[in-house]
């Protein structure tokens, strides 16, 4: 294909954050090679759809997005998790390019360079990269690692991202600080296993500023927590070495916020699922945490309605949440995934109808916990940073205890001007069920 002078790229990102990163990064590598962003499908010379493929819903969210793309534009590449199975895709749409899997950007890269050769600018060529970002200025992913060395039962993601492999300590230091030099005030780590970081390279010794470091979460953390910006741990599972970090937080180093995903707390059902841990441990650490940093927050995720899971497995899960006392969560309704050895439990699959009354229930449950501690927020005076101003005074932002995109809102009024990106002081006057109302 003769290259032409420039070229224009839509692009559509679905999924979690890690998959955001690689939108990210595929986005820079295009606008590096002089591609243009098209912001719509008539205007792109090709679509590159990043697909999601954990749960039935993602799935077919990815395909609706992969047919429309076909249908507004007719060239289109798919790469992300669901290009995992690449079959599944290219016997629904024959006509795509190509079909990369997820962390691919040299193949999406190869792709398009192939089918959509643009001629090289000696000029632009010799222009300093900068990389592209989904999210607003203020915040952003850090990925530290990619793939996960668990075999839960329900999950297929190990073999579509791989065993894990984490990033070397000084690569990971220096994208931090780039992004904090660039205006970042909030990075939020991110990975498959964020508590298994550097297991794979058996914590092998880096070097960042002509400094050792040791390619561990507690040392990263440590290291990042020196940058100057908020500090944000996601997908954290529930080792011993999450002990060690909570003292980082006591201490202003790191946010004080896990997002740990739980899954269950019968331990019939964790056992089931191929899950580490116990409720009983669980509860535990919890509460020594607590009596370390007191205001820590907790969210998790849960899944109801695995096979195998009874009224009363359900009710220790309701039992658990009420002693946990964790400020927000989320919940799934159990779907087999085409891949996943839970499939095998299918006999014992649970019904529909009471999938959907054991989340309702959860959600209702939980829903009185997370307000009451949202409740105890009022008249105290709280670090907000600030996501988007509107009018009237009125200016949104988000505790420490809030993560972007998940969790809850501050709605500060009287505000004096502000943009996104500050980090101000402000009272909490008040409280509905997911977010916080304040007045500086």
Known sequence: MQAQNTRSVGFVSLGC????????????SLRADGYQISPSYDSADVVIVNTCGFIDEAIAESLDAIDEALTENGKVIVTGCLGANSSLIKDQFPSVIAVTGPHQTDEV??????????????????????????????????????????????CIIPSMRGKLVSRPVGDVLEEATTLVE???????VISQDTSAYGVDKKFQTGFWNGRPVKARLLELSKELGKLGAWIRLHYVYPYPNVDELIPLMSDGLILPYLDI????????????????ASAEDVLSRISAWRSICPDLAIRSTFIVGFPGETESDFQQLLDFLTEANLDR??????????????????ETSVPDDIKNDRKARLMAHQHNISAQRLKSK???EQTIIIDNTGLDNIAIGRTKYDAPEID?????????QLNAGDIVKATITGSDDHDLFADI
């Open 408 to 416: 809850g809102k501050v709605i500060i009024s009287g505000a004096p």
């Open 182 to 188: 660039s205006g970042v005030r909030e990075l939020l």
């Open 261 to 276: 995903p739980f899954q269950h707390a019968s331990h019939r059902i964790l056992k089931l699922m191929k899950r580490p």
């Open 329 to 346: 969560v989320g919940c799934f309704e159990y779907s087999p995934v085409n891949g996943a050895t839970a499939n095998e439990l299918i």
């Open 378 to 380: 009022i008249n105290t």
């Open 17 to 28: 954050p890690k998959a955001t990163v690689d939108s990210e990064r595929i986005l820079s």
């Open 109 to 154: 890269m190869s792709a398009i360079r192939t089918n959509f050769p643009i001629s090289k600018n000696p000029i632009f060529d010799l222009t300093p990269r900068h990389d592209v970002r989904l999210t607003p200025r203020h915040y952003a992913y850090l990925k530290i690692s990619e793939g996960c060395n668990h075999k839960c039962s329900f």
